[in-house]
Protein backbone atom coordinates (compact mmCIF):
# COMPACT_ATOMS: atom_id res chain seq x y z
CA UNK A 1 0.00 0.00 0.00
CA UNK A 2 1.34 3.53 -0.59
CA UNK A 3 1.71 5.99 1.87
CA UNK A 4 0.84 9.82 1.63
CA UNK A 5 2.96 12.47 0.56
CA UNK A 6 4.08 14.00 4.13
CA UNK A 7 1.46 16.55 5.13
CA UNK A 8 -1.08 15.72 1.78
CA UNK A 9 -3.32 12.88 3.83
CA UNK A 10 -7.02 13.11 3.34
CA UNK A 11 -8.43 14.91 6.83
CA UNK A 12 -10.87 13.21 8.78
CA UNK A 13 -14.15 14.93 7.76
CA UNK A 14 -12.51 14.26 4.50
CA UNK A 15 -12.38 10.33 4.90
CA UNK A 16 -15.78 10.63 6.77
CA UNK A 17 -16.93 12.16 3.04
CA UNK A 18 -15.53 9.22 1.44
CA UNK A 19 -17.42 6.70 3.78
CA UNK A 20 -20.65 8.05 3.22
CA UNK A 21 -20.18 8.33 -0.94
CA UNK A 22 -19.28 4.42 -0.62
CA UNK A 23 -22.14 3.55 1.46
CA UNK A 24 -24.64 5.24 -1.07
CA UNK A 25 -22.86 3.48 -4.40
CA UNK A 26 -22.49 0.29 -1.71
CA UNK A 27 -25.11 -1.67 -4.58
CA UNK A 28 -22.32 -1.73 -6.99
CA UNK A 29 -20.02 -4.11 -4.89
CA UNK A 30 -17.76 -6.98 -6.76
CA UNK A 31 -19.36 -9.96 -5.23
CA UNK A 32 -18.48 -11.93 -8.19
CA UNK A 33 -17.42 -12.07 -11.98
CA UNK A 34 -20.94 -12.29 -13.18
CA UNK A 35 -21.78 -8.88 -12.32
CA UNK A 36 -23.72 -6.91 -14.29
CA UNK A 37 -25.08 -3.42 -14.86
CA UNK A 38 -28.55 -3.07 -12.67
CA UNK A 39 -31.79 -3.09 -13.90
CA UNK A 40 -33.67 0.34 -13.51
CA UNK A 41 -35.94 -0.01 -10.50
CA UNK A 42 -39.08 1.79 -11.67
CA UNK A 43 -40.60 2.45 -7.89
CA UNK A 44 -39.28 4.22 -5.13
CA UNK A 45 -37.36 7.17 -4.90
CA UNK A 46 -34.58 8.18 -7.36
CA UNK A 47 -31.01 6.76 -7.29
CA UNK A 48 -27.70 7.73 -7.84
CA UNK A 49 -25.72 4.03 -7.27
CA UNK A 50 -22.65 5.03 -9.71
CA UNK A 51 -21.05 7.91 -7.55
CA UNK A 52 -20.21 10.95 -8.44
CA UNK A 53 -17.72 12.95 -10.43
CA UNK A 54 -15.83 16.23 -10.44
CA UNK A 55 -13.96 17.54 -13.57
CA UNK A 56 -12.39 20.52 -15.03
CA UNK A 57 -11.94 22.52 -11.72
CA UNK A 58 -10.52 25.94 -11.61
CA UNK A 59 -10.45 28.31 -9.09
CA UNK A 60 -13.84 29.60 -9.17
CA UNK A 61 -15.61 26.55 -10.68
CA UNK A 62 -16.36 22.95 -11.68
CA UNK A 63 -18.06 20.29 -12.91
CA UNK A 64 -20.36 17.57 -10.94
CA UNK A 65 -21.55 13.95 -12.65
CA UNK A 66 -24.13 11.78 -11.87
CA UNK A 67 -26.18 9.06 -12.72
CA UNK A 68 -29.57 8.51 -12.01
CA UNK A 69 -31.83 4.93 -12.43
CA UNK A 70 -34.74 6.73 -13.83
CA UNK A 71 -36.00 10.41 -15.36
CA UNK A 72 -35.38 13.10 -12.38
CA UNK A 73 -33.96 16.59 -11.58
CA UNK A 74 -30.10 17.35 -10.73
CA UNK A 75 -29.50 19.90 -7.85
CA UNK A 76 -26.27 19.98 -5.83
CA UNK A 77 -25.56 21.62 -3.33
CA UNK A 78 -22.32 22.85 -1.81
CA UNK A 79 -20.66 23.77 1.29
CA UNK A 80 -17.38 24.60 3.37
CA UNK A 81 -18.08 21.88 5.76
CA UNK A 82 -19.09 18.23 5.50
CA UNK A 83 -22.13 19.50 8.22
CA UNK A 84 -23.20 21.06 5.21
CA UNK A 85 -24.55 23.76 8.01
CA UNK A 86 -24.76 26.81 5.17
CA UNK A 87 -25.42 25.39 1.93
CA UNK A 88 -25.10 26.99 -1.50
CA UNK A 89 -27.79 25.15 -4.42
CA UNK A 90 -27.05 24.99 -7.64
CA UNK A 91 -29.78 23.52 -10.50
CA UNK A 92 -28.67 21.26 -12.51
CA UNK A 93 -30.39 19.78 -15.87
CA UNK A 94 -33.64 16.63 -15.98
CA UNK A 95 -31.40 13.83 -16.81
CA UNK A 96 -33.29 11.57 -18.43
CA UNK A 97 -32.96 8.62 -21.77
CA UNK A 98 -31.43 10.66 -24.03
CA UNK A 99 -27.98 11.21 -22.02
CA UNK A 100 -28.36 7.62 -20.64
CA UNK A 101 -29.57 8.98 -17.25
CA UNK A 102 -26.32 11.16 -16.77
CA UNK A 103 -26.10 14.84 -16.20
CA UNK A 104 -23.53 17.47 -15.55
CA UNK A 105 -23.86 20.42 -13.52
CA UNK A 106 -21.85 23.58 -13.33
CA UNK A 107 -20.42 24.96 -10.44
CA UNK A 108 -19.57 29.11 -10.61
CA UNK A 109 -18.60 31.76 -7.71
CA UNK A 110 -16.68 28.80 -5.88
CA UNK A 111 -13.91 29.96 -3.78
CA UNK A 112 -10.20 29.62 -4.50
CA UNK A 113 -8.04 27.53 -3.01
CA UNK A 114 -11.02 25.83 -0.72
CA UNK A 115 -12.08 22.22 0.20
CA UNK A 116 -15.56 21.93 -1.51
CA UNK A 117 -17.78 19.63 -0.17
CA UNK A 118 -21.37 18.88 -1.85
CA UNK A 119 -24.07 16.82 -2.29
CA UNK A 120 -25.99 15.66 -5.07
CA UNK A 121 -30.10 15.23 -4.80
CA UNK A 122 -32.22 13.30 -7.59
CA UNK A 123 -35.78 14.43 -7.36
CA UNK A 124 -38.45 13.00 -9.31
CA UNK A 125 -39.52 15.72 -11.92
CA UNK A 126 -43.11 15.16 -11.10
CA UNK A 127 -43.22 15.40 -7.25
CA UNK A 128 -40.16 17.60 -6.49
CA UNK A 129 -40.65 16.15 -2.84
CA UNK A 130 -40.04 13.01 -3.63
CA UNK A 131 -35.85 12.82 -3.66
CA UNK A 132 -33.53 9.98 -3.25
CA UNK A 133 -30.59 9.48 -0.66
CA UNK A 134 -28.00 12.81 -1.69
CA UNK A 135 -24.39 11.15 -2.83
CA UNK A 136 -21.65 13.18 -1.15
CA UNK A 137 -18.24 14.24 -2.57
CA UNK A 138 -15.32 16.81 -2.12
CA UNK A 139 -12.90 18.34 -3.67
CA UNK A 140 -10.56 21.08 -3.84
CA UNK A 141 -11.03 23.97 -6.02
CA UNK A 142 -7.52 25.64 -7.84
CA UNK A 143 -5.69 28.17 -5.78
CA UNK A 144 -5.42 31.56 -6.42
CA UNK A 145 -2.58 32.47 -4.68
CA UNK A 146 0.96 31.23 -5.91
CA UNK A 147 2.66 30.38 -2.60
CA UNK A 148 -0.53 27.72 -1.87
CA UNK A 149 1.32 25.23 -4.74
CA UNK A 150 -0.27 22.43 -6.69
CA UNK A 151 0.03 18.51 -6.90
CA UNK A 152 -1.53 16.37 -9.23
CA UNK A 153 -1.17 13.01 -10.27
CA UNK A 154 -1.92 11.29 -13.92
CA UNK A 155 -1.80 8.20 -16.14
CA UNK A 156 -4.25 6.28 -18.40
CA UNK A 157 -4.94 3.09 -20.10
CA UNK A 158 -7.68 1.68 -18.22
CA UNK A 159 -9.55 -1.91 -18.47
CA UNK A 160 -7.28 -3.07 -21.64
CA UNK A 161 -6.23 -5.87 -23.42
CA UNK A 162 -8.45 -8.01 -21.65
CA UNK A 163 -7.80 -7.13 -18.11
CA UNK A 164 -10.88 -5.89 -16.33
CA UNK A 165 -12.03 -5.78 -12.79
CA UNK A 166 -10.46 -8.19 -10.85
CA UNK A 167 -12.51 -8.84 -7.61
CA UNK A 168 -9.12 -11.16 -6.42
CA UNK A 169 -6.48 -8.80 -6.50
CA UNK A 170 -8.96 -6.00 -5.23
CA UNK A 171 -10.06 -4.51 -8.62
CA UNK A 172 -8.88 -1.59 -9.77
CA UNK A 173 -6.15 -1.29 -6.67
CA UNK A 174 -4.07 1.26 -8.30
CA UNK A 175 -6.86 4.01 -8.15
CA UNK A 176 -7.14 3.64 -3.84
CA UNK A 177 -2.92 4.25 -3.83
CA UNK A 178 -3.78 7.50 -5.60
CA UNK A 179 -6.66 8.48 -3.90
CA UNK A 180 -4.58 8.02 -1.05
CA UNK A 181 -2.09 10.13 -1.99
CA UNK A 182 -4.94 13.03 -2.15
CA UNK A 183 -4.04 15.25 -5.08
CA UNK A 184 -5.22 18.05 -6.44
CA UNK A 185 -6.64 16.57 -9.31
CA UNK A 186 -5.78 13.70 -11.98
CA UNK A 187 -5.25 14.00 -15.79
CA UNK A 188 -6.24 10.99 -17.45
CA UNK A 189 -3.75 11.12 -20.16
CA UNK A 190 -6.23 8.60 -22.66
CA UNK A 191 -7.14 5.36 -23.34
CA UNK A 192 -9.92 6.14 -20.25
CA UNK A 193 -12.11 2.41 -21.39
CA UNK A 194 -11.26 0.27 -23.76
CA UNK A 195 -14.15 -0.42 -26.36
CA UNK A 196 -12.77 -2.75 -28.55
CA UNK A 197 -11.74 -5.10 -25.86
CA UNK A 198 -13.57 -7.49 -25.12
CA UNK A 199 -13.16 -9.11 -21.20
CA UNK A 200 -13.74 -12.79 -20.97
CA UNK A 201 -14.55 -14.14 -17.80
CA UNK A 202 -11.29 -15.45 -16.70
CA UNK A 203 -8.10 -15.60 -18.19
CA UNK A 204 -4.92 -18.72 -17.88
CA UNK A 205 -2.14 -16.91 -16.93
CA UNK A 206 1.96 -17.95 -18.15
CA UNK A 207 2.21 -19.56 -14.71
CA UNK A 208 -1.40 -21.48 -14.77
CA UNK A 209 -2.51 -18.59 -12.42
CA UNK A 210 -6.91 -18.04 -13.08
CA UNK A 211 -7.39 -14.57 -14.02
CA UNK A 212 -10.58 -13.48 -13.15
CA UNK A 213 -13.00 -10.74 -14.80
CA UNK A 214 -16.49 -8.98 -13.83
CA UNK A 215 -18.31 -9.38 -16.92
CA UNK A 216 -21.19 -7.37 -18.44
CA UNK A 217 -23.07 -7.98 -21.68
CA UNK A 218 -21.22 -4.66 -23.26
CA UNK A 219 -18.11 -5.94 -22.79
CA UNK A 220 -18.57 -9.28 -24.48
CA UNK A 221 -18.06 -7.71 -27.95
CA UNK A 222 -16.31 -4.61 -29.68
CA UNK A 223 -18.26 -1.60 -28.87
CA UNK A 224 -20.71 -0.12 -32.20
CA UNK A 225 -23.63 1.13 -30.83
CA UNK A 226 -24.14 3.88 -28.56
CA UNK A 227 -25.76 1.74 -25.76
CA UNK A 228 -22.51 -0.42 -26.29
CA UNK A 229 -20.16 2.59 -26.37
CA UNK A 230 -22.13 3.61 -22.98
CA UNK A 231 -22.09 0.40 -21.13
CA UNK A 232 -18.05 0.25 -21.83
CA UNK A 233 -18.28 3.84 -19.27
CA UNK A 234 -19.85 2.21 -17.19
CA UNK A 235 -18.03 -1.38 -16.61
CA UNK A 236 -14.86 1.42 -14.88
CA UNK A 237 -17.92 2.89 -12.54
CA UNK A 238 -18.37 -1.07 -10.89
CA UNK A 239 -15.27 -0.78 -9.40
CA UNK A 240 -15.36 0.75 -6.09
CA UNK A 241 -11.88 2.05 -5.97
CA UNK A 242 -12.88 4.40 -9.20
CA UNK A 243 -15.95 5.76 -7.28
CA UNK A 244 -13.81 6.08 -3.98
CA UNK A 245 -11.48 8.01 -6.22
CA UNK A 246 -13.79 10.01 -7.77
CA UNK A 247 -15.88 11.14 -5.09
CA UNK A 248 -12.69 12.59 -3.72
CA UNK A 249 -10.16 13.66 -6.70
CA UNK A 250 -11.59 15.69 -9.56
CA UNK A 251 -10.61 14.49 -12.93
CA UNK A 252 -8.95 16.22 -16.18
CA UNK A 253 -10.06 13.60 -19.15
CA UNK A 254 -8.78 13.50 -22.67
CA UNK A 255 -9.58 10.64 -25.56
CA UNK A 256 -7.33 8.76 -27.48
CA UNK A 257 -7.64 5.58 -30.02
CA UNK A 258 -9.38 2.66 -27.85
CA UNK A 259 -12.53 5.31 -26.97
CA UNK A 260 -13.37 4.29 -30.17
CA UNK A 261 -10.81 1.59 -30.98
CA UNK A 262 -7.37 0.46 -31.69
CA UNK A 263 -5.63 2.92 -33.88
CA UNK A 264 -8.19 5.36 -35.34
CA UNK A 265 -8.18 7.88 -37.91
CA UNK A 266 -10.55 10.41 -39.11
CA UNK A 267 -12.34 8.77 -42.63
CA UNK A 268 -11.01 5.17 -41.36
CA UNK A 269 -13.04 1.86 -43.67
CA UNK A 270 -12.42 -0.71 -41.50
CA UNK A 271 -11.60 -4.07 -42.44
CA UNK A 272 -12.29 -5.97 -39.29
CA UNK A 273 -14.46 -9.00 -39.46
CA UNK A 274 -15.78 -7.92 -35.91
CA UNK A 275 -17.26 -4.75 -36.46
CA UNK A 276 -20.30 -4.62 -38.79
CA UNK A 277 -20.12 -0.93 -38.72
CA UNK A 278 -17.28 -0.29 -41.22
CA UNK A 279 -17.38 3.71 -40.86
CA UNK A 280 -15.08 4.90 -38.36
CA UNK A 281 -16.60 8.54 -38.60
CA UNK A 282 -19.60 6.93 -37.33
CA UNK A 283 -18.15 4.86 -34.27
CA UNK A 284 -16.21 8.08 -32.92
CA UNK A 285 -19.71 10.02 -33.33
CA UNK A 286 -21.46 7.46 -31.00
CA UNK A 287 -17.96 7.37 -28.80
CA UNK A 288 -17.88 11.17 -28.40
CA UNK A 289 -21.35 11.26 -27.17
CA UNK A 290 -21.19 8.35 -24.73
CA UNK A 291 -17.59 10.10 -23.60
CA UNK A 292 -19.59 13.66 -23.03
CA UNK A 293 -22.11 11.84 -21.07
CA UNK A 294 -20.10 9.79 -18.87
CA UNK A 295 -16.79 11.88 -18.08
CA UNK A 296 -17.23 15.59 -16.60
CA UNK A 297 -15.82 17.58 -19.52
CA UNK A 298 -17.67 21.34 -20.51
CA UNK A 299 -20.92 20.52 -22.71
CA UNK A 300 -18.58 23.13 -25.08
CA UNK A 301 -16.44 20.55 -25.89
CA UNK A 302 -17.94 16.78 -25.76
CA UNK A 303 -21.65 17.65 -26.61
CA UNK A 304 -24.15 14.92 -26.30
CA UNK A 305 -25.13 15.32 -29.78
CA UNK A 306 -21.47 13.89 -30.60
CA UNK A 307 -20.27 17.49 -31.48
CA UNK A 308 -18.00 19.94 -30.05
CA UNK A 309 -14.09 19.71 -29.83
CA UNK A 310 -11.82 18.20 -26.78
CA UNK A 311 -8.98 19.93 -26.64
CA UNK A 312 -8.42 22.90 -24.09
CA UNK A 313 -6.96 24.84 -21.63
CA UNK A 314 -7.92 24.20 -17.73
CA UNK A 315 -6.12 26.96 -15.89
CA UNK A 316 -5.16 25.63 -12.11
CA UNK A 317 -4.22 29.02 -10.50
CA UNK A 318 -0.83 31.08 -11.22
CA UNK A 319 1.15 28.28 -11.41
CA UNK A 320 0.03 26.07 -13.91
CA UNK A 321 -2.21 25.57 -17.20
CA UNK A 322 -2.80 22.33 -18.46
CA UNK A 323 -3.15 22.43 -22.52
CA UNK A 324 -5.88 19.12 -22.96
CA UNK A 325 -4.64 17.86 -26.80
CA UNK A 326 -6.43 15.74 -29.15
CA UNK A 327 -4.09 13.77 -31.12
CA UNK A 328 -6.78 12.11 -32.64
CA UNK A 329 -9.71 13.23 -34.28
CA UNK A 330 -8.19 15.92 -36.34
CA UNK A 331 -4.76 14.31 -37.61
CA UNK A 332 -4.23 12.33 -41.18
CA UNK A 333 -4.29 8.65 -42.10
CA UNK A 334 -1.55 6.30 -40.34
CA UNK A 335 1.19 6.18 -42.63
CA UNK A 336 4.54 5.38 -43.37
CA UNK A 337 5.07 9.11 -42.55
CA UNK A 338 8.00 10.62 -45.16
CA UNK A 339 5.84 12.51 -46.29
CA UNK A 340 8.10 16.07 -47.20
CA UNK A 341 4.76 18.58 -46.63
CA UNK A 342 2.53 17.69 -44.25
CA UNK A 343 -0.02 20.63 -42.61
CA UNK A 344 -2.84 17.93 -41.07
CA UNK A 345 -0.10 16.34 -39.22
CA UNK A 346 -1.62 14.66 -35.82
CA UNK A 347 -2.80 17.86 -34.23
CA UNK A 348 -4.75 19.68 -37.53
CA UNK A 349 -3.86 23.33 -38.97
CA UNK A 350 -6.82 24.70 -36.52
CA UNK A 351 -5.72 22.93 -33.10
CA UNK A 352 -1.93 23.84 -33.88
CA UNK A 353 -2.95 27.45 -34.29
CA UNK A 354 -4.96 27.14 -30.94
CA UNK A 355 -2.31 25.46 -29.15
CA UNK A 356 0.74 28.51 -30.43
CA UNK A 357 -1.83 31.39 -29.20
CA UNK A 358 -2.74 30.04 -26.12
CA UNK A 359 0.52 29.15 -25.01
CA UNK A 360 1.89 32.38 -26.07
CA UNK A 361 -1.10 34.08 -23.98
CA UNK A 362 0.05 31.81 -20.82
CA UNK A 363 1.07 34.00 -17.99
CA UNK A 364 1.34 30.29 -15.78
CA UNK A 365 4.72 29.28 -14.07
CA UNK A 366 4.21 25.96 -15.56
CA UNK A 367 2.51 24.88 -19.06
CA UNK A 368 1.83 21.20 -19.01
CA UNK A 369 1.41 19.87 -22.51
CA UNK A 370 -1.39 17.14 -22.08
CA UNK A 371 -0.53 14.51 -25.09
CA UNK A 372 -2.62 11.36 -25.52
CA UNK A 373 0.62 10.26 -27.59
CA UNK A 374 4.92 10.20 -27.30
CA UNK A 375 6.76 12.40 -29.50
CA UNK A 376 10.11 10.53 -29.49
CA UNK A 377 8.65 7.05 -29.19
CA UNK A 378 7.92 4.96 -31.97
CA UNK A 379 4.42 3.55 -32.16
CA UNK A 380 3.84 1.33 -35.40
CA UNK A 381 0.21 0.82 -36.88
CA UNK A 382 1.47 -2.40 -38.71
CA UNK A 383 4.27 -3.56 -40.69
CA UNK A 384 4.68 -0.31 -42.44
CA UNK A 385 2.31 2.48 -40.90
CA UNK A 386 3.04 4.60 -37.40
CA UNK A 387 0.30 5.73 -35.42
CA UNK A 388 1.97 8.59 -33.33
CA UNK A 389 4.58 11.07 -34.27
CA UNK A 390 7.65 9.22 -34.77
CA UNK A 391 8.34 6.53 -37.70
CA UNK A 392 11.85 5.93 -36.87
CA UNK A 393 13.49 8.06 -39.15
CA UNK A 394 16.62 9.75 -37.37
CA UNK A 395 16.85 13.03 -40.05
CA UNK A 396 15.21 15.61 -41.00
CA UNK A 397 11.38 16.05 -39.98
CA UNK A 398 8.80 14.48 -42.15
CA UNK A 399 5.31 13.43 -41.94
CA UNK A 400 3.95 14.44 -38.52
CA UNK A 401 7.27 15.04 -37.42
CA UNK A 402 7.00 18.37 -38.99
CA UNK A 403 3.87 19.83 -37.12
CA UNK A 404 6.00 19.12 -34.10
CA UNK A 405 9.02 20.90 -35.16
CA UNK A 406 6.75 23.71 -36.23
CA UNK A 407 5.17 23.41 -32.38
CA UNK A 408 8.67 23.19 -31.12
CA UNK A 409 10.34 26.35 -32.95
CA UNK A 410 7.15 28.57 -31.66
CA UNK A 411 7.89 27.91 -27.99
CA UNK A 412 11.85 28.54 -28.33
CA UNK A 413 11.13 32.03 -30.72
CA UNK A 414 8.64 33.03 -28.57
CA UNK A 415 10.57 32.68 -25.61
CA UNK A 416 7.58 30.41 -23.90
CA UNK A 417 8.41 29.20 -20.61
CA UNK A 418 8.24 26.40 -18.37
CA UNK A 419 6.70 23.69 -20.98
CA UNK A 420 6.90 19.93 -20.29
CA UNK A 421 5.03 17.25 -22.20
CA UNK A 422 2.88 14.58 -19.93
CA UNK A 423 1.66 11.56 -21.74
CA UNK A 424 0.59 7.36 -21.47
CA UNK A 425 -0.39 5.33 -24.26
CA UNK A 426 2.68 2.91 -24.40
CA UNK A 427 1.68 1.17 -21.33
CA UNK A 428 5.44 1.40 -19.36
CA UNK A 429 7.03 4.49 -17.73
CA UNK A 430 9.80 6.38 -18.59
CA UNK A 431 11.70 10.34 -18.78
CA UNK A 432 12.81 11.35 -21.70
CA UNK A 433 14.79 14.73 -22.16
CA UNK A 434 14.92 15.88 -25.47
CA UNK A 435 18.14 18.94 -26.44
CA UNK A 436 18.68 20.11 -30.23
CA UNK A 437 22.46 18.73 -29.54
CA UNK A 438 21.40 15.46 -29.75
CA UNK A 439 18.60 15.76 -32.51
CA UNK A 440 18.83 16.28 -36.66
CA UNK A 441 16.41 19.25 -35.71
CA UNK A 442 17.82 21.87 -34.05
CA UNK A 443 15.84 24.76 -33.98
CA UNK A 444 13.79 23.83 -30.33
CA UNK A 445 14.72 24.38 -26.86
CA UNK A 446 15.51 21.18 -24.59
CA UNK A 447 12.20 20.12 -23.33
CA UNK A 448 11.33 16.88 -21.23
CA UNK A 449 8.69 14.28 -21.80
CA UNK A 450 7.40 11.78 -19.02
CA UNK A 451 5.37 8.71 -19.65
CA UNK A 452 3.19 6.98 -17.37
CA UNK A 453 0.14 4.10 -17.22
CA UNK A 454 -1.08 1.81 -17.97
CA UNK A 455 -3.58 2.19 -14.80
CA UNK A 456 -5.37 -0.99 -15.28
CA UNK A 457 -4.04 -3.02 -18.42
CA UNK A 458 -1.29 -4.95 -19.97
CA UNK A 459 2.59 -3.93 -19.40
CA UNK A 460 3.96 -3.63 -23.21
CA UNK A 461 8.02 -3.25 -23.51
CA UNK A 462 9.32 -0.22 -24.28
CA UNK A 463 9.11 1.12 -27.46
CA UNK A 464 12.23 2.66 -29.85
CA UNK A 465 13.25 6.17 -29.93
CA UNK A 466 13.33 8.30 -32.59
CA UNK A 467 16.26 10.57 -33.11
CA UNK A 468 14.77 13.53 -35.02
CA UNK A 469 14.25 15.33 -31.84
CA UNK A 470 17.14 14.09 -29.88
CA UNK A 471 15.49 12.18 -27.06
CA UNK A 472 17.52 10.59 -24.57
CA UNK A 473 15.67 7.74 -22.63
CA UNK A 474 17.09 8.70 -19.01
CA UNK A 475 14.47 6.40 -17.08
CA UNK A 476 12.58 3.31 -18.49
CA UNK A 477 10.34 0.89 -16.15
CA UNK A 478 8.93 -2.20 -18.98
CA UNK A 479 8.46 -5.73 -18.80
CA UNK A 480 10.56 -7.83 -21.30
CA UNK A 481 7.40 -9.31 -22.70
CA UNK A 482 4.06 -7.95 -24.01
CA UNK A 483 0.91 -7.92 -22.36
CA UNK A 484 1.84 -8.88 -18.66
CA UNK A 485 -1.08 -8.51 -16.86
CA UNK A 486 -1.55 -6.30 -13.56
CA UNK A 487 -1.09 -9.87 -11.38
CA UNK A 488 2.60 -10.14 -13.71
CA UNK A 489 3.44 -6.72 -13.95
CA UNK A 490 3.09 -3.20 -11.56
CA UNK A 491 0.97 -0.35 -12.72
CA UNK A 492 2.56 3.06 -12.81
CA UNK A 493 1.01 6.37 -12.52
CA UNK A 494 3.13 9.61 -12.34
CA UNK A 495 2.95 12.37 -10.06
CA UNK A 496 3.79 16.59 -10.18
CA UNK A 497 4.69 18.30 -7.17
CA UNK A 498 4.73 22.52 -7.73
CA UNK A 499 6.05 24.35 -4.99
CA UNK A 500 4.49 27.40 -4.28
CA UNK A 501 8.05 28.98 -2.90
CA UNK A 502 9.98 28.26 -4.60
CA UNK A 503 7.93 27.35 -8.19
CA UNK A 504 9.92 24.39 -8.85
CA UNK A 505 8.27 21.20 -10.61
CA UNK A 506 9.33 17.70 -9.13
CA UNK A 507 8.34 14.87 -11.35
CA UNK A 508 7.50 11.62 -9.86
CA UNK A 509 7.39 8.34 -11.77
CA UNK A 510 5.56 5.92 -9.64
CA UNK A 511 4.37 1.75 -9.60
CA UNK A 512 1.92 -0.04 -7.62
CA UNK A 513 3.03 -0.51 -4.27
CA UNK A 514 4.19 2.64 -3.14
CA UNK A 515 7.80 2.77 -4.70
CA UNK A 516 9.04 6.21 -6.06
CA UNK A 517 10.93 5.10 -9.35
CA UNK A 518 11.93 8.01 -10.64
CA UNK A 519 12.33 11.73 -9.81
CA UNK A 520 13.47 15.14 -11.32
CA UNK A 521 13.29 18.58 -10.45
CA UNK A 522 12.77 21.18 -13.03
CA UNK A 523 13.42 24.54 -12.14
CA UNK A 524 10.66 27.95 -12.82
CA UNK A 525 11.30 30.32 -15.64
CA UNK A 526 13.10 28.36 -18.61
CA UNK A 527 12.59 28.07 -22.12
CA UNK A 528 14.79 24.59 -22.01
CA UNK A 529 15.28 22.62 -19.03
Not at 115 to 121: F, K, L, M, S
Not at 254 to 269: A, F, K, L, S, T
Request: hydrophobic share 40%; aromatic share 8%.
Amino acid sequence: MSQPVPGTSPTPARRSVLRGSLAASAALTLGGTGLAAPAFALSGRPRAAWGVQTGDVTSSSGLVWVRSDRPTRMTVETSASESFRRVRRHHGPLVGAGTDFTGTTALRGLPAGEQIHYRVTLADPDDPRRTGEPVVGTFRTAPDRRRDGVRFLWSGDIAGQGWGINPDIGGFRAYEEMRRLDPDFFLCSGDSIYADGVVEPSVTLPDGRIWRNVTTPEKSKVAETLAEYRGNFRYNLLDHNVRAFHAQVPSVVQWDDHEVRNNWYPGQILDDARYTEKNVDVLAARALRAFGEYTPVSTSHARAGGHGRMHRVVRYGPLLDVFVLDMRSYRNANSPGRQADDTTGILGAEQLAWLKKELAASTAVWKVLAADMPLGLVVPDGAANFEAVAQGDPGAPLGRELQIAELLRFVKHRRITGTLWLTADVHYTSAQHYAPERAAFKDFAPFWEFVSGPLAAGGFPANALDATFGPERVFVRAPERANLSPMESPQYFGEVDIDGHSGELTVRLRAEGGAVLFSKVLRPGRVGQ
